[in-house]
């Protein structure tokens, strides 16, 4: 079967809508023998190829130059082996489909990030992550990888203590196109959740045992207030949510969220000088209580007003230090900005391009409503950051180049000639990443 195409200088946009393209065409392959033809062509012709994903990401990471390629029509649990805790996914499933999948096996991701929109692909190519100290992002559940390269070669590896693997972790897609993964995965369970107002000075005194106590600690800091929401969550009794709770959280999430916070926001666009006001009502609304389910359904929330977003990893023992510094800059200087922002921690993981660098880490995520101007509020971030040694999110906005890049990751040069290796043409070197890496 030819490959699927559409020709012509179509337009795509990521979901935040603030990174744009015009490849020449759009590939839609249902086969690994279907994507080995389009890497060929693409190899023989000179040009770039990309594959884009859900186009969650924020930063051009998924931007295609020449020609893109989407895993849509390949997606689905190709097997499970329950003696190992094993379970192998087509690429380009998404993790809103493959937690349900695994469910329906009894088998669990053994962490989650709070979107689910992402394909399995781009999830683990960026680096996506939950929270929770023990745990690590989603390219750390990966335990074997099968991926077609730069010269059309179908490959497979199994993870191990060796330099492939680490490169193959978050790879940003460079080594080729990832067609099936393998997820060391857990025993199905559900979590009770949490979320409590808390005073700042309170939330961090308690910060520290938090951290051990709970299987998962999120802060929502908003911005210049001394409210925080702690959202906390814990294994209880493996039960699916109570229709009765999903329904409020269709209320609370979708309505409220939807209609409410869209139109705080619009109203914080069209007058910047309201931003301070609004932050503080938000605060004080923050919600309260608990509920419980299966961890899929839990772990994830709806994010349905749209924004742009820049995240940090920063050693975790650095912290609290950074929060009293951001929290006394925000309260005397404030930005036009009434999101909140999140605060998350991970354990560290070996990956060549993970932000972690193997040491455990604190993700704080800054984020602006989509049409407000974000430059001044994220220069500002960046700057903070890099006084606390911040890794950048790969996915989300950074202004990362290569020099740069090359002092936060000691193992680039490992990493890129690994990468070369898969693809000595440049087939999946885009622009972006050339000014990224090189």
Sequence with gaps: MLPVIRSGRQTWNN????????????HFPESVREIQQIIDSCRIRGKTLKVIGAGHSFSAVAKPDDEALS????????????????????AGTYLYEAAPLLASADMAFENMGDIQQQTIAGAI?????????????LSNQVVAWTWVDGNGEVRHHRRDDDDLSNALSISLGLLGVLVKVTIRTVPLYSLTVTNERKPFQQAMAEWSTGLTE??????????????IQVKTMNETTLKKQHWHSKSMDFVKDGI????????????VRLKPQLSRKMTHFAASAIPTGTKSGYYHEILPTPRLVRFTEC????????????MEEMHGFLKAHPFYVHFPIECRVTAGEKGMLSPTQGVPSAFIAFHMYKGMDDAPYFKWVDALMKKYDGRPHFGKMNKLHGEETKALYPQLGRF???????????VFMTHYMQNLLL
């Design 311 to 322: 995240e940090y990893a920063i050693p975790l023992s650095s912290f609290k230090t950074c």
């Design 71 to 90: 895993l849509h029509r390949m997606r689905g649990l190709v097997s499970v082996d329950r003696s190992s805790m094993e379970a192998t996914f087509w």
């Design 15 to 26: 979901w935040a809508g603030n990174v744009h393209a015009q490849p020449e065409h759009f």
């Design 214 to 227: 709970h299987r998962h600690l999120e802060w929502f800091y908003f911005p210049g207030s001394d409210s």
């Design 256 to 267: 409220i969220e939807t209609v409410g916070f869209k139109l705080m926001s619009e109203i």
């Design 125 to 137: 190519s960026t680096g996506t992550h939950g929270t929770g100290i023990r745990f690590a992002s």
């Design 416 to 426: 890129l000639e690994i990468r070369k290796q898969f693809d000595p043409a440049d």
